[in-house]
């Protein structure tokens, strides 16, 4: 079994324009996803994703895993929460979310 690893990190942002120019200047890259909804940044292997508007109130580190249904089972069987049940985001990626026993966010990310 493959070991999940962290490649995604969302980032909720008040001014999308803004922080995509401060994340580009950081990463020495422009966004390979720009919508009005979500901007996205490849470097160094990591995804890094600006989400406006979204109810975020922290950063949430994704998981990548191979079965997000397996692994929803497995973490709440351990005492985890669901915060958000596994949904498609757009072209079969999966996405989840839970807390942890103090009330960290936790990411789940299958992909197709």
Avoid: C
């Amino acid at each position: 079994m493959t070991t999940p690893a962290i490649k995604t990190v969302l980032h909720p942002v008040s001014d999308l324009a803004k922080a995509k120019a401060v994340y580009a200047a950081l990463l020495g890259v422009q966004p390979q996803t720009d919508s009005s909804y979500y901007v996205g940044f490849e470097a160094g292997g990591q995804q890094i994703g600006l989400v406006p508007g979204s109810g975020m109130t922290s950063p949430v580190a994704y998981w990548h895993v191979p079965d997000i249904e397996a692994k929803l089972a497995e973490v709440t069987a351990a005492g985890a929460i669901v915060k958000e049940a596994a949904h498609d985001v757009g072209g079969g990626r999966l996405v989840a979310t839970v807390t942890d026993p103090d009330g960290n966010v936790l990411g789940l990310l299958q992909d197709s």
